[in-house]
């Protein structure tokens, strides 16, 4: 049986059996792969309290030939990501990254999206608390567009034409990005005001300042963020780690 050791980050683990766990992992080298760690709800397992969702670490996987499910023969924790834990803000958006890295990456080598993930993780532990939702929205984004999904910005997505850099812009969910002022008129695009467009277009650049967005404005960008990623990624699933995102229940607390 083939043996992968790689690089690997926990997305999800569901009980299977009374003594075992299927595992979802995000692998640098193998895209997301899905395996069975036997015997790691046993008490004196060889897996311990290694296999929390979006712990980091070195894994060895066994490797069933034509078959979608392999077996976890190791994991060798590096990271646990505990700052993570003690901030439900940090946690909500650390597990819609995770949710989207689970149903939208390949099974198959993707070392760029395994690296944003992996220092998206480590930014939203340290993070301070005020930059924390501006950090979300970017992070996102950089996985949606990393994943092939970028928006449009600077050009007309339909007819290619070049866009003014500044002023508003009307924008489609369905047709990816900015459109003209021809092509928006029969395309039911969202108009962004000047500001609203600067912030997206800081968002977007993991070299800007992140922007300093208001109630309003941080409510209209979460909302056009998740229906980008339910249109483009979400095909119908369900993606509830991502609608907790985006009610922010921790905020009414």
């Known amino acids: 049986m083939p043996q992968l050791d790689t690089p690997a980050i926990v997305l999800s683990t569901i009980r299977y059996s009374e003594t075992s766990k299927i595992v979802r992992l995000a692998t640098r080298e193998h895209g997301v792969q899905s395996a069975i760690a036997k015997g ?13 969702s979006l712990s980091e670490g070195q894994a060895r996987l066994l490797v069933k030939e034509h078959r979608e499910l392999h077996t976890l023969a ?21 597990s819609a990254l995770a949710e989207v890295m689970l ?11 395994y690296d944003l993930l992996r220092d998206a993780l480590g930014l939203l532990e340290v993070a301070p608390s005020a930059e924390l939702e501006a950090l979300g929205f970017r992070v996102l984004w950089q996985l949606v567009s990393t994943l092939g999904f970028a928006p449009a910005l600077d050009a007309c997505v339909r007819d290619g034409t070049r866009l003014p850099p500044e002023g508003g812009l009307a924008f489609s ?25 600067a912030d997206l277009g ?6 800007a300042a992140l922007p300093r967005l208001d109630r309003r404005h941080a409510e209209s960008h979460r909302r056009l963020l998740a229906r980008y990623i339910r249109y483009h990624l979400g095909e119908g699933a369900e993606l509830p780690a991502l609608d907790f995102w985006l009610r922010r229940p921790w905020m009414a607390a």
């Open 103 to 113: 149903r939208f990456a390949p099974a198959d080598p993707h070392p760029e999206s």
């Open 202 to 207: 800081s968002l977007m650049d993991a070299g």
């Open 40 to 52: 790691a709800l046993r008490p004196r397992s060889r897996f311990g309290a290694a296999l929390q």
């Open 173 to 197: 969910t369905r047709e990816g990005g900015a459109l003209c002022p021809a092509c928006a008129a029969g395309h039911g695009a969202t108009q962004l005001p000047a500001e609203a467009r």
């Open 74 to 94: 190791s994991f060798d924790l590096l990271r646990l990501h505990v700052g993570l834990a003690g901030d439900l803000e940090r946690y909500a958006t650390a």
